[in-house]
């Protein structure tokens, strides 16, 4: 599932800026490289629905919940899962 040996497509960049790109805090520039980086990279097309997921289901739950406890209990659920590698 992760592809470590990336870094000449952009890879670190586009990882760095994918929290604050989901959370659309990005300028637009950047937020059209980040968007066309992962139109053309499955290893952060993983990554990006992998942290779209975890912000989902935090934001959805943290009124009720510490979202730090429960950042790391879905953290440990996803990453449970079968890695396909
Ligand atoms: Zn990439």
Redesign the pocket.
Known sequence: MRVTD?SD???EK??RDLEEFLRNEVCKTEHGDIAE?LAH?P??QDEAHFARTLTEVVARACKESAPEELRELVIARLRSQPAVS
Do not use: D, F, K
């Open positions: 990336m497509c952009g890879c586009a990882r980086h990279c290893g952060c």
